[in-house]
T-cell receptor, first 114, second 112 residues
Framework: AQSVTQPDIHITVSEGASLELRCNYS??????LFWYVQSPGQGLQLLLK??????LVQGIKGFEAEFKRSQSSFNLRKPSVHWSDAAEYFCAVGDSQGAQKLVFGQGTRLTINP | DAGVIQSPRHEVTEMGQEVTLRCKPISGHNSLFWYRQTMMRGLELLIY????????DSGMPEDRFSAKMPNASFSTLKIQPSEPRDSAVYFC??????????FGPGTRLTVT
């Protein structure tokens, strides 16, 4: 069965600092990987996705993620965070390229210090 | 497009009452998903439909929960009777073949 682990429940960084959120997955076949962001009181918004090809994927809002098959990881990065990036971030793995069944991690809450 | 539309946005009801949550998918999307989000359990998939047909309802907690999709433009999630432990945010998400899921704003349900 698929599973996703986000080891960090809560991360605090200063505005302008770099960010890396960790995601590890467990899946027997080629994974389809996603990062979503959820602002308070809102639904989830897709930041980026990996289906195949280049293992470094670019997303919206200046985020990127790198797929590392050998480490079963799909970590999210941003070189310089903004106060508006404060939110909850979810990593998810799917079993097909399309909008099929996703398994989500528990989420990482990001706090930005001014 | 207006995105995924959910109603109501907030619902407060008493234990034992019937609750109906509604979702209007993005036009052209043929997959629809119902999720529940709580602090304790995170984001859980309850059920999903492809082309209006329920594909996997293994996440539905118990018989008190039911979901329908009578056509491509509308889905409901019903809880009867409701219990305090059903209090959560319920999300509807939709997608098209070969694409990601788009989430609605959610319905915050409080059962007292």
């Amino acid at each position: 069965a698929q599973s996703v682990t986000q080891p960090d429940i809560h991360i605090t960084v200063s505005e302008g600092a770099s960010l890396e959120l960790r995601c590890n997955y467990s899946y027997g076949a080629t994974p389809y990987l996603f990062w979503y962001v959820q602002s308070p009181g809102q639904g989830l918004q897709l930041l980026l996705k990996y289906f195949s090809g280049d293992t470094l994927v670019q997303g919206i809002k200046g985020f990127e993620a790198e797929f590392k098959r050998s480490q079963s990881s799909f970590n999210l990065r941003k070189p310089s965070v903004h106060w508006s990036d404060a939110a909850e971030y979810f990593c998810a793995v799917g079993d097909s390229q399309g909008a099929q069944k996703l398994v989500f991690g528990q989420g990482t809450r990001l706090t930005i210090n001014p | 497009d207006a995105g995924v539309i959910q109603s109501p946005r907030h619902e407060v009801t008493e234990m034992g009452q019937e609750v109906t949550l509604r979702c209007k998918p993005i036009s052209g999307h043929n997959s629809l998903f119902w999720y529940r989000q709580t602090m304790m359990r995170g984001l859980e998939l309850l059920i999903y439909f492809n082309n209006n047909v329920p594909i996997d309802d293994s996440g539905m907690p118990e018989d008190r929960f039911s979901a329908k999709m009578p056509n491509a433009s509308f889905s409901t999630l019903k809880i009867q009777p409701s219990e305090p432990r059903d209090s959560a945010v319920y999300f509807c998400a939709t997608g098209a073949s070969g694409s990601e899921q788009y989430f609605g704003p959610g319905t915050r349900l409080t059962v007292t």
